[in-house]
Structures are given as C-alpha cells and as structure tokens.
C-alpha cells in the first residue's frame, strides 16, 4: 500500500524532482523518495517489490544471514526493509548513474539506515566492479522490462553465479526452508532469486529464461512468481546434468 506525502522538492543541482511516499511493507512502513520522472525506469516501486517483500517474509529461513546483492535496486526500498527486518548484509546496484545511487543513500538515512548501505554502479553486460564476487544470493524484482537488455542482464548473472567465490573462502551448507505445505527446499549457494509481476507478452518473458537456460543457467519456479536461478550442475567429467 502507498500514501503520498504531499511533498516534493526539486534539487537545484541537477533539476530532478521527487515525490516522497509512505509505503507498507510487511511490519513496517517506510519513507521513500521516488523520482518523478527517470529515463531508466528507476523512479517508483513496482507491484513486484511489496509481493516479494513478502515471499521473503514468508521464507526467512533461506535468507537471513546471507551476503546479498540487489540488481535494479531503484529506490532501493527493498533492500532497506531486508537490512530493517533481517539486518541482512545487503548491497544495492544499479545503472551506473549517480543520481540513483544518492536517492538510495537519501532513502536509507530516512529510515534509519546508518552507514548506508554500500552501493555499486554496474551497466548490465559490462565488467563488474569485482573480479572475485562474493554474494550468495542476488535478489530482483521486476526488472525484465526490456528484452533488449535481457543478453546483457544474463551476462551479469553468469559472471555473478560461475565467478563466485565464499567470502570467507569456506563452503556453507544450503539453507534449508519448510513450507507451509510440508515441503522444504534448500536454496544453493550462489543464486538468483527473482520476483516478476508486471505485465509482458508471454513470449518475451520466455525469452528471458530460455536464454538462461541455453546460458547453462538452471531456471525453477518457487511459485508466487518467484524464480531461482542458478549454474546448472555438472558431472566430475564437466557434462551438464539434465534436470528431468
């Protein structure tokens, strides 16, 4: 849910003006400022940002005391409640522009956010800022807008999934999380999890996972539209295993 503040302010460096909004998130509400207009998209929270919110919520378990790393963070309203919530060791990323990355930090100290939270600045396909990534879990919502990013998007993934080293050098068990149905899944260490529910053309959409797979990225729908992904695993003689 969201209510508007009634409040916008137009910054006289660089002319942008925002909008502050109070949003619900499950257990708390937060203040965040949102562009007004942004040529990237990344001015408002997006349907898949609060129902994602809450399948985290609702899967815990497989989350908390993970080394994360948001892509498309926008406003970055998601990863703050993960760290409010959770205090959930979180990075925010996004197109290298620097009025996004000083919203992020301006969002964080509204809500109570100190130190901010560290932030990268990372085009989708091009090189990342690390060559070493040590992020266990990458999380995203709603950011398969555009198909003609999807080949470079899955060129991050790839880097970000197959270059992955633990940040302490030591292997960690999979995070194991029960259902409410009975039925448990563990979550691997790296993955890509992603909620999707804006509106495109089912084609599209396909396009998206099909190119993970044929990337030799492993797709699976945890429901709720929630989506992991993660390097497809391998026999001892380097043959990928087909998962039936």
């Given at each position: 849910m969201t209510r508007d503040t009634s409040s916008s302010e137009e910054d006289t460096e660089t002319q942008q003006s925002y909008v502050e909004r109070r949003h619900k998130f499950p257990g708390m509400e937060l203040v965040i400022r949102e562009f007004s207009f942004h040529q990237l998209n990344a001015n408002l929270l997006w349907p898949g940002t609060f129902a994602f919110a809450e399948w985290l919520v609702e899967h815990r378990p497989s989350i908390e005391g993970r080394h994360c790393l948001e892509l498309g963070s926008g406003t970055g309203a998601l990863a703050i409640f993960l760290r409010r919530l959770?205090?959930?060791?979180?990075?925010?990323?996004?197109?290298?522009?620097?009025?996004?990355?000083?919203?992020?930090?301006?969002?964080?100290?509204?809500?109570?956010?100190?130190?901010?939270?560290?932030?990268?600045?990372?085009?989708?396909?091009?090189?990342?800022?690390?060559?070493?990534?040590?992020?266990?879990?990458?999380?995203?919502?709603?950011?398969?807008?555009?198909?003609?990013?999807?080949?470079?998007?899955?060129?991050?993934?790839?880097?970000?999934?197959?270059?992955?080293?633990?940040?302490?050098n030591k292997a960690r068990p999979q995070a194991s999380d029960e259902q409410s149905c009975g039925q448990s899944f563990s979550l691997p260490r790296p993955a890509f999890l992603m909620s999707w529910r804006r509106r495109i053309g089912k084609e599209d959409e396909s396009l998206f996972f099909s190119g993970c797979e044929d990337a030799g990225l492993e797709v699976k729908h945890l429901g709720s539209r929630v989506?992991?992904?993660?390097?497809?695993?391998t026999t001892t003689n380097g043959d990928q295993i087909e998962n039936i």
């Open positions: 959770l205090n959930l060791d979180i990075t925010t990323s996004d197109y290298n522009d620097q009025e996004i990355e000083e919203n992020i930090a301006h969002n964080c100290r509204v809500n109570g956010i100190a130190p901010v939270l560290p932030h990268i600045k990372h085009t989708w396909g091009d090189t990342f800022s690390t060559a070493d990534p040590d992020w266990d879990l990458i999380i995203a919502s709603d950011i398969l807008l555009y198909v003609k990013q999807y080949a470079n998007l899955i060129k991050t993934l790839l880097f970000l999934l197959k270059s992955y080293k633990p940040k302490d989506y992991c992904i993660k390097p497809r695993e």
